[in-house]
């Protein structure tokens, strides 16, 4: 194995690792030679997986408690520290579901999956990164810090059912970014993936797996990027959202300015030329959600069938059923990002996929070791939906708005 995809010496903290996707996560971890410290709710399954991977040589301790306490989160560190000696990488997944729409949710449902989700992401990143701050601080610079948090595309769609849910992981995603912003300095790598697994999580959503043949949505096909993420070659990738499932890996934009509205005379905002500016350019009946990323439901229909391309609501410089967009005054359209030039694609390369754009070919390993390694500033930042698509060398590529397959 290529040294940049090795984790030998590297010691991982992974939450919620005793079935789907935290197992999947440790399993791979432990197989790239990661000590990894597991953690779940008491119980046997976080030590049977300890167990599953030191019956093959592999280094593991299960630490089992609640991640949103404050103490577990000091067990785990404690753990890592005591039994393998330091701590390179931390896995948050832990995450339940209590889903129920929102004129209808108790608080106990309200607060049991944001505790459970953003505290207990906030926990482990928050005592990684002071420990990681320290341990740089002793060094007199970085050091090697890698998180990899788990959000979802609930928070993307606003998912109408998950109103605790798709808040958890909005917070998780800034969390993310935040952490890949303030920490960098100091060797740290954040990163966060939306992904789309068959687990016990998940199974009234996705049902049960097909019969023969591989599955494409088992947790073993994200584990991959996050092992990825994880590991040396991970070293300029910082800040960034991936929507992850089977052989497909989606690059995420942040949010963008849509439209500008200013007054006409440039004075300050009334009632009145708010409804003057603001009021012809939403037309629609207001029934659809304006902020909200629909362009991950089309990707791979392999994972979940084919799914219908969602309406499209009236928004302010679209037309609908389009994907034009006003251009603001002083703005041309396309920018030096969206007219910069390609390379024809050689065989072996990571097709990077813009469907607003060129076709471009990334090629990790190069990604990895470009002019420059250490990536200072969180990508997910504003003015850049969906960035491009990573796929396997000879996958076939869809065209602008038709489902990948």
């Known amino acids: 194995m290529d040294h940049d995809l090795t984790l030998d010496g590297r010691t991982a903290i992974v939450t919620g690792a005793a079935n789907g996707l935290g197992r999947a996560e440790a399993l791979a971890l432990a197989q790239a030679g990661a000590a990894v410290?597991?953690?779940?709710?008491?119980?046997?399954?976080?030590?049977?997986?300890?167990?599953?991977?030191?019956?093959?040589?592999?280094?593991?301790?299960?630490?089992?408690?609640?991640?949103?306490?404050?103490t577990t989160g000091e067990a785990m560190l404690a753990a890592a520290l005591g039994t393998f000696g330091g701590l390179d990488i931390v896995v948050n997944n832990t995450g339940v579901l209590r889903d129920r729409m929102v004129f209808t949710m108790s608080p106990q449902e309200w607060d049991l999956v944001l505790r459970v989700h953003l505290r207990g992401h906030f926990?482990?990143?928050?005592?990684?990164?002071?420990?990681?701050?320290?341990?740089?601080?002793?060094?007199?610079?970085?050091?090697?810090?890698?998180?990899?948090?788990?959000?979802?595309?609930?928070?993307?769609?606003?998912?109408?059912g998950q109103p605790n849910y798709a808040a958890a992981k909005a917070g998780i995603t800034a969390l993310t970014v935040t952490t890949a912003r303030s920490c960098a300095k100091y060797g740290v790598r954040a990163n966060a993936i939306c992904p789309r697994a068959r687990t016990s999580m998940t199974a009234d959503l996705l049902g049960a797996a097909p019969a023969g043949g591989a599955d494409p949505l088992a947790p073993e096909h994200v584990a991959p990027l996050v092992t990825y993420l994880a590991g040396p070659a991970g070293e300029a990738i910082n800040g960034e959202v991936f929507v992850v499932h089977g052989g497909v890996a989606a690059v995420m934009d942040p949010p963008r300015v849509r439209t500008v509205f200013r007054?006409?005379?440039?004075?300050?905002?009334?009632?009145?030329?708010?409804?003057?500016?603001?009021?012809?350019?939403?037309?629609?009946?207001?029934?659809?959600?304006?902020?909200?990323?629909?362009?991950?439901?089309?990707?791979?229909?392999?994972?979940?069938?084919?799914?219908?391309?969602?309406?499209?609501?009236?928004?302010?410089?679209?037309?609908?059923?389009?994907?034009?967009?006003?251009?603001?005054?002083?703005?041309?359209?396309?920018?030096a990002r969206d007219q910069r030039p390609g390379r024809v694609p050689a065989p072996g390369d990571h097709v990077l996929r813009d469907e607003r754009r060129a076709d471009h070919v990334l090629d990790l390993p190069q990604v990895a070791e470009g002019a420059q390694p250490r990536a200072r500033s969180a990508h997910f930042l504003p003015d850049r939906g969906r960035r491009g698509v990573l796929r396997p060398a000879g996958r076939p590529r869809a065209r602008c708005g038709q489902a990948d397959r």
């Not at 119980?43 to 599953?52: L, M």
């Not at 341990?135 to 595309?153: D, F, H, L, M, W």
Request: charged residues 20%; aromatic residues 6%; contains cysteine.
């Open 123 to 160: 926990i482990g990143t928050r005592l990684a990164t002071a420990y990681w701050r320290d341990q740089s601080k002793r060094a007199g610079g970085p050091v090697y810090g890698r998180i990899i948090n788990t959000s979802s595309e609930a928070f993307l769609l606003g998912s109408a």
């Open 37 to 70: 410290v597991l953690n779940d709710l008491a119980g046997p399954g976080v030590h049977a997986v300890a167990d599953e991977i030191t019956a093959v040589g592999g280094r593991a301790v299960a630490c089992d408690g609640d991640v949103g306490a404050w």
């Open 263 to 335: 007054t006409a005379d440039a004075s300050m905002w009334t009632l009145d030329s708010v409804a003057e500016a603001i009021g012809p350019a939403f037309t629609g009946d207001g029934s659809a959600a304006g902020f909200a990323c629909e362009d991950t439901l089309s990707l791979a229909s392999e994972t979940i069938g084919s799914v219908a391309a969602p309406r499209e609501a009236a928004r302010p410089g679209r037309d609908v059923g389009s994907r034009s967009r006003r251009v603001s005054p002083g703005r041309t359209q396309g920018s």
